[in-house]
């Protein structure tokens, strides 16, 4: 038995199935309450899976592939677990296991393998080029300072995947699996990506971006910005269980880090900062210290009438236990109204299945919404660029840098 | 072909996506929380309203298919997985919370509503709905109210049949019943509400419930109190009684429980062998401190040597969540993996505890087993956590039999076998020897010919209770 086999064993031989969990598993109601979709139903079928040996192996992972690879891996089931099992792990760990399978037994997700071959051959999942998705252009940015700014490349996706999602909703989850399958063949084919783009999301990420830099600069941050260091860190590879993979190109990014004498890097989008923060020293020689931005913010903000709620994305809130600071800040400004589910229980917005499982996404995405406006806060605000693309069903649904930048209490820098 | 058949029908009913056929997506139904592991269900179907409940209910009568109701799949006892194949129907689909009366003090929720959902509904209105199974997060109306559950504050507001005022029932045939009422009063012949109470999903599917809804109280002290022994655990509750204080909540925890809550759901309790005592008061903000500084006199005369009480709403919460957690944490205390607990679910006249439970805690020790105990002492019940191990069918079955002589011992003090659990399948024999005990074995052939009348082709939930 491998050792992610014995940790799926392990995890899943603990769970008593009290259920706890599908109590807030949000692909679970999203698929009409079928447990195949839900936490608990992973944690049965995982550890069926364990135990049966040979082609019943493979033809059992075969047909519950679909139930981990859904997983929004949100964690929201490892809040509920009083024994503190966690099945969107058990789920990453079977996504990892397909992986290490030999590929005429199972294999990936094609989708996942469509996404994921770029990134090791371009260093993108979208096989996009630097000038794909310059955002720096009509802004200054220093070249020397303490903290490297690294995007992480996640808010410079989102037009081109918001687009993606959108032709792969109209194909249906079928048709969409088998081009994916044809594609991943040939994994130039991706560069097409380059042509597909949403403009409007285009426009409002890099505004996004722009915001967050003249937040750091207000706040007097001593930070510097390297193009060339400006790679993609490889969070599909992760998220989809490609470790092996994942863990070569780590090792190149946290290299070219040390290379470049880094020291201290601003990551801006809850993903980037969940990997590099609790991801990248399990698997590299990871030394750096690691911030979110938001805790470099220090500015006096206009007090004003209004109220917001924030979303708190979960690879934020869960997976970093970093919920407090958007709070401390948003609150100089507005009153809060919080949403049924906030802080460690936030309710995840879809995103992560967004490109192999839309109809799942969409629904929960619905439903998270109807929750953020049921506060009846003028504003709903998140930290999150998949958040975000998931959540702006209206004009109100901002990010929270525009947020703060609108409320500074002086003007900006140029 | 009558499975194809069948599933043909069904499907017209409830739409293909409602209707889960392969083999995948059929096991995470042949579990629940107890140890019992049911059959690969024919079908799970899902529906969406009672008019589907209905016709679904029709079909499988017509072609003689058991149908096991469930809702969160939380029963202890196996009560929502198949044995005899067959169909399981799925209500979480049905998770409308109709209507909020608080004039007239009631809730219309359909059955698939999780009761954690409800209470947080109803505190916006400054209500809530007393009863409170410790899976109160997954448990649905229609699965607590087919076993009768009880929970944390049984102590006080008793258990889920207190608080049924009508239901909505489909019987085997596809009938449609409106038993009850809205109003706290009815005497409308036999009471059928309280028949399809509790039993289990063996006489029909409850779809809708009319619940008796209360005010939250105004505030509520939590006191958590260790002890050294078990022995003035039960005195204790008697002393408290004996004042006139009605604790909402009284939960005993044993010292082997104390261990693992200690370690790992971040219980700060004094280190070594301990017993806690947890216990909920509530009332008017003028009264309540006299109510609080009683029952620590009564817990510090009996020998307790640390008590704590708090009002405040996060460090409330964290003893409630350990408490409610206490059994999802069980199984990290087995040597292996095979290993799993049988929950014994007795229960005794509170006066009855002191005696019951020293002589419990011998048996348990005399045993050789591992066999943490806690549970409900507001209300008498006790619960024993038996490890086992499921490979080792000798093993097992001694268990088994270990369980029954916990359930004897209840007798022999006044009390039942089955308190908030229901039968399902573990406690089948159990059921027969409680009548026996009381020379009321007719009862059985009573309840059984109920069964035959309303259910003659018996589909309802078969190999359950009986």
């Known amino acids: 038995m491998s050792s992610i086999e014995k940790e799926i064993e392990n995890e ?32 049965i079928l995982a550890n069926e899976l364990i135990k049966k040996k040979n082609d019943d192996f493979f033809n059992f992972l075969k047909l519950s592939q679909k139930s981990f690879e859904s997983c929004l891996s949100c964690y929201a089931c490892l809040m509920e677990c009083p024994a503190a099992l966690n099945a969107g792990h058990v789920s990453e760990l079977v996504r990892q296991l397909i992986v290490t399978l ?9 989708i996942s393998a ?13 096989g996009l080029r630097g000038k794909d998705y310059a955002w720096t252009k009509g802004i200054s940015l220093p070249d020397k300072g303490d903290f490297l700014l690294f995007t992480g490349s996640l808010y410079q996706l989102m037009p081109y995947s918001s687009k993606l999602v959108k032709i792969t909703s109209k194909l249906g989850e079928d048709s969409t699996r088998k081009l994916a399958t044809l594609g991943s063949r040939f994994s130039s084919v991706i560069k097409i990506s380059r042509l597909l783009y949403d403009p409007t999301i285009n426009t409002r990420m890099q505004k996004i971006m722009k915001d967050i830099v003249k937040l750091l600069q207000i706040s007097g941050v001593s930070f510097y910005y390297d193009a060339d260091l400006e790679v993609y860190p490889g969070t599909y590879l992760y998220e989809l269980g490609f470790e092996e993979s994942f863990k070569e190109y780590a090792k190149k990014v946290s290299e070219n880090f040390r290379k470049k004498g ?22 590299t020689n990871f030394e750096y210290e690691v911030v979110y931005y938001l805790d470099l913010v220090q500015i006096d903000f206009n007090k004003t009438e209004m109220s917001a709620t924030y979303h708190d994305p979960c690879h934020l809130s869960r997976h970093s236990n970093y919920f407090a600071k958007p709070r401390e800040l948003i609150s100089l400004i507005a009153k809060i109204r919080e949403p049924t589910h906030y802080g460690s229980k936030t309710m995840c917005c879809g995103g992560p299945d967004e490109l192999e499982f839309p109809g799942i996404a969409s629904k929960i995405s619905e439903r998270r919404y109807s929750e953020l406006k049921n506060t009846k806060a003028d504003v709903i605000l998140t930290s999150c660029p998949v958040c975000y693309v998931n959540l702006a069903k209206d004009e109100s649904v901002m990010d929270i840098a525009e947020f703060l930048l609108e409320n500074v209490s002086r003007k900006p820098i140029k | 072909m009558r499975s194809n058949q069948v599933l043909t029908e069904i499907i017209s009913v409830v739409g293909e996506k409602n209707v889960l056929s392969n083999e995948v997506e059929k096991i995470p139904y042949m579990y629940d929380a107890s140890l019992f592991h049911g059959e690969l269900p024919e079908l799970v179907v899902l529906p969406a309203t009672t008019d589907e409940v209905s016709k679904v209910l029709e079909i499988c009568n017509r072609y003689k298919t058991p149908i096991v109701p469930r809702g969160g799949g939380t029963s202890l006892t196996g009560g929502s997985v198949s044995v005899k194949n067959g169909i399981v129907l799925v209500l979480s689909r049905m998770e409308s919370i109709e209507e909020i009366s608080i004039e007239d003090g009631y809730v219309l929720a359909e059955a698939g509503v999780k009761l954690d959902d409800l209470n947080s509904k109803l505190s916006k209105y400054g209500y809530f709905f007393p009863p409170d199974p410790a899976s109160s997060i997954a448990a649905t109306i229609g699965g607590i109210i087919s076993t009768n559950a009880g929970g944390l504050r049984g102590a006080k507001y008793g258990v889920v049949k207190d608080w049924v005022l009508g239901i909505e029932a489909v019987l085997p045939t596809g009938e449609i019943l409106k038993l009850g009422n809205k109003t706290l009063k009815h005497n409308i012949g036999y009471d059928l509400t309280s028949l399809i ?11 809708k419930a009319y619940l008796k809804i209360w005010p939250l109280p105004e505030k509520i002290v939590r006191i958590i109190a260790y002890f050294n022994s078990i022995d003035k655990i039960g005195e204790s509750l008697v002393e408290i009684k004996k004042s006139g204080i009605v604790p909402v909540m009284a939960e005993f925890i044993d010292n082997n429980y104390m261990r693992i809550l200690r370690n790992n759901l971040n219980l700060k309790a004094p280190q070594g062998d301990v017993y806690a005592m947890l216990l909920d008061v509530d009332g008017a903000p003028e009264a309540i401190d006299r109510y609080v500084g009683k029952i620590k006199e009564i817990l510090s005369s009996q020998g307790a040597n640390e008590i704590l009480s708090s009002s405040d709403p996060a460090e ?12 999802s944490v069980l199984l990290l205390m087995r040597k292996k993996s095979t290993e799993t607990t049988i929950t014994s679910d007795v229960v ?11 002589e419990l805690n011998s048996m348990v020790a005399e045993s050789g087993r591992l066999a943490p105990m806690l549970g409900h002492i507001g209300d008498g019940n006790i619960h024993v956590d038996i490890f086992t191990d499921l490979v080792d069918k000798v093993e097992l079955e001694k268990a088994l039999e270990f369980n029954e002589k916990i359930g004897l011992l209840a007798l022999k003090y006044g009390g039942s076998i089955s308190a908030e659990h229901g039968i399902g399948l573990e406690k089948k024999n159990m059921l027969v020897s409680e009548y026996d005990y009381r020379n009321s074995g007719k009862a059985i052939s009573v309840m059984k010919d109920i069964k035959r009348v309303i259910d003659p082709n018996n589909i309802m939930n078969p190999g359950k209770i009986f």
Not at chain 1, 114 to 126: D, E, R, S, V
Not at chain 1, 262 to 283: A, G, M, S
Not at chain 2, 197 to 203: A, N, P, R
């Open chain 1, 12 to 43: 899943s031989g603990r769970c008593i199935k009290c259920g706890f969990c599908n109590s807030v598993c949000p692909t679970l109601s999203a698929k009409d309450f079928s447990e195949y979709y839900g936490a608990r139903g992973r944690m």
């Open chain 1, 102 to 110: 030999p590929r005429n037994k199972v294999a990936p997700n094609p």
């Open chain 1, 114 to 126: 469509l996404i994921t071959k770029p990134i090791t051959k371009y260093g993108n999942p979208l």
């Open chain 1, 262 to 283: 880094v020291k201290k890097i601003i990551t801006i989008d809850p993903h980037t900062y969940d990997l590099l923060k609790n991801v990248y020293p399990k698997y």
């Open chain 2, 197 to 207: 109470i509790g039993s289990e999903g063996t006489l029909a599917v409850i779809t």
């Open chain 2, 316 to 327: 409330m919460e964290n003893l409630r969540s350990v408490r409610k957690g206490a059994g």
């Open chain 2, 348 to 358: 005794v006249p509170p006066s009855q505890l002191p005696k019951f439970l020293m």
